[in-house]
């Protein structure tokens, strides 16, 4: 199992190959059935986030048995070429430009063609399947389990974004800091719970009675005591006893808002905060991924729109009163 930090390995040997694939995902056998001088594989894993993300291909057809792994699923992109796919009873045929899951607890096997390359996002099952109980607030009494098949249009979009954004965070080397690390991960876990069809997805769709207005204040309580702490809704709900589901509705139906517009805002304030009280090493960068943004763009535009002047605005006049002071 692949832990933090990256990895990249090139390799015409199979043995070496195999070896290096089992060490980030799990045992399995894979044949050549093109051309074995063909063979050229290059695996790179990027270990920033909670989430790996890896790309894979071998520049030759080969089909692999994955058997039933136990501890991950993985969201794969065919960003090159076409493979086909079977888990359980299930085969589909796999195309440029789509995202499959692959649930564990199932048979499954790849054909991959020769120009085949794949970019997966490799998603802890034991932190999904707690995710997935916070919003139902219940425990998972079966298997977490994603139909395989495509990602829609709309959460293939979505998922491309993302991608593209791990990739400038590893390739870049970003520090994130934890705020934007945990926000980051709880974001990957949700799109995809909420976005791809599953054997909680009905569960998830049910009407859920709203939070209570005592506990929707709690809650709001417990975010200004922990706003600069790596906090996520699924932690605030757990915090204060109701599904993540439960409380987003009561802050729907009390407060007009979200609770993560609600921690958003607690969030800007501490930011603000931060800003006018700077020291000669304060950017706004950092003060901005300190408190969870970690889109600079948008984190200007939020709070340009709450206290009517932009981040640096702030900065400079801070800055330049303490000048005039001296």
């Known amino acids: 199992m692949v832990g933090a930090g990256s990895i ?4 015409r040997d199979l043995d070496e190959a195999i070896e290096a694939v089992t060490r980030v995902y799990s045992l399995h056998e894979t044949a050549v ?4 001088t063909d063979l ?7 270990g920033r986030t909670a989430q790996p993300l890896v790309s894979l291909s071998y520049g030759t057809e080969v089909s692999i048995d994955a058997g039933e792994f136990s501890n991950f699923i993985a969201m794969t992109k065919c960003a090159r070429g076409s493979a ?20 564990p607890g199932l048979g499954t096997d790849f054909r991959f063609d020769r120009t085949f390359s794949q970019t997966s996002v490799r998603l802890d099952i034991d932190r999904l399947e707690r ?3 916070r919003l139902l607030g219940r425990p998972l009494d079966r298997k977490l389990r994603f139909v395989l098949q495509p990602f829609s249009p709309e959460l293939q979009r979505l998922w491309d974004r993302l991608l593209t954004f791990l990739q400038c965070v590893n390739e870049d080397q970003l520090a994130l800091g934890a705020v934007v690390a945990a926000s980051l991960d709880d974001f990957i876990l949700t799109t995809v719970l909420q ?30 005591e922990n706003a600069a702490a790596p906090l996520t809704i ?4 757990l915090e204060v006893g109701v599904s993540v589901r439960a409380l987003q509705a009561g802050f729907r139906e009390w407060r007009q808002t979200t609770p993560m517009a609600a921690l958003r805002h607690v969030r800007l304030q501490g930011a603000r905060a931060a800003l006018l009280e700077p020291d000669e090493a304060t950017e706004v ?4 991924l300190r408190w969870g943004f970690a889109h600079l763009g948008r984190f200007s535009a939020s709070y340009k729109a709450i206290f009517d002047e932009t981040p640096g605005s702030t900065l400079r006049r801070r800055r330049s009163r303490a000048v005039e002071r001296r």
């Open 8 to 11: 990249t390995v090139q390799t």
């Open 33 to 36: 059935t093109g051309r074995p």
């Open 40 to 46: 050229n594989v290059v695996l790179r894993v990027f």
């Open 84 to 103: 086909s796919a079977r888990q359980g009873s299930r085969r589909v045929d796999w195309r440029n430009g789509q995202t499959m899951p692959f649930s």
């Open 131 to 133: 995710l997935c109980g």
């Open 195 to 224: 976005g791809h069809p599953h054997s909680f997805t009905d569960d998830l769709a049910a009407p859920v009675a709203p939070a209570v207005p005592r506990i929707v204040r709690c809650a709001e309580r417990y975010m200004a």
């Open 234 to 237: 699924a932690d605030i709900a």
């Open 285 to 288: 960068t950092d003060v901005a």
